[in-house]
């Protein structure tokens, strides 16, 4: 007998629809091909300093989490963002819906458990984030690759209030101090070139400074992240 066959067609395939921007010259992830990477020259050294003691409140937007800054003071520059400085508006995490295929961006063909993504925008050129998100040199990411290891304890402080935030739309608050540069790797070599947001509106905003060392998390920390998002829906 026949199966039916039902194509879904969402996801990735359907957003040049929407979003005219999908089908530009400068899409985000992309595969690190380590050996066409140029070295860095002269660059300057890159920056950043955040603040710890703030409220930071915990948002399921329906695909994995998002930690809003609130608008509290950080600074990111320096490296390849000229002599503009970016403030952090709020970081996330993208897993996989099986562990060891969880990163966005892949080296060498080879992705990994999750990847974590501190978003910036142009304080120095733009009055909002929203405004930043619309030009070239708007926005500034750091991508942190996961891989399965020992348990993270930063991270540990978001990993805990998933289960206050199942379903999309949930937002739980917390004021526990927390700095986001203790997400950052030792060894702060990285990647960095032109792209875009990698999800809807997809806008080539954003200079992504991906970090070469990978951060480990538990696997009790990454089953935490599937159990609660996998591919979008809570599970
Ligand atoms: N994965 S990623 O780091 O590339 C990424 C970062 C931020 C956003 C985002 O803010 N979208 C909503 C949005 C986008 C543009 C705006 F102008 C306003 C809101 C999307 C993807
Ligand atoms: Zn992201």
Same mark, same amino acid.
């Given at each position: ?20 921007? #999908? ?6 992830? +992309?595969?690190?091909? !380590? &050996?066409?990477?140029? @070295?860095?020259?002269? =660059? ?66 080879? #992705? ?6 501190? +978003?910036?925008?142009? !304080? &120095?050129?733009?009055? @909002?984030?929203?405004? =930043? ?103």
């Amino acid at each position: 007998y026949l199966v039916p066959v039902v194509i879904l067609i969402v996801g990735p395939a359907t957003w040049v629809e929407k979003f005219p921007e #999908a089908r530009g010259t400068r899409q985000s992830p +992309v595969d690190i091909v !380590t &050996s066409r990477a140029s @070295s860095g020259g002269s =660059a300057p050294p890159l920056v950043w300093r955040y603040s710890v003691n703030h409220p930071r409140s915990v948002v399921n937007p329906g695909y994995c989490w998002r930690v809003d800054e609130n608008g509290y003071d950080s600074e990111l520059r320096g490296g390849p963002l000229g002599s503009d400085v970016y403030k952090l508006q709020q970081w996330h995490c993208h897993w996989g819906s099986v562990n060891g295929e969880g990163s966005e961006h892949t080296v060498d063909g080879r #992705a990994f458990s999750g990847e974590l993504h501190l +978003v910036h925008w142009n !304080t &120095s050129k733009y009055n @909002s984030f929203t405004e =930043a998100a619309g030009q070239p040199d708007g926005l500034a990411v750091l991508g942190v690759l996961l891989m399965v290891g020992s348990k993270h304890d930063e991270l540990d402080k978001v990993v805990r209030l998933l289960p206050y935030i199942q379903h999309k739309g949930d937002k739980v608050t917390f004021s526990e101090p927390l700095n986001p540069a203790n997400l950052l790797p030792k060894r702060i070599a990285y990647w960095t070139y032109p792209g875009s947001l990698t999800t809807p509106p997809c806008t080539e905003s954003v200079t992504w400074i991906l970090f070469k060392e990978p951060v480990q998390v538990s696997a009790e920390q990454v089953r935490l992240n599937l159990c609660y998002y996998v591919n979008g829906k809570n599970v």
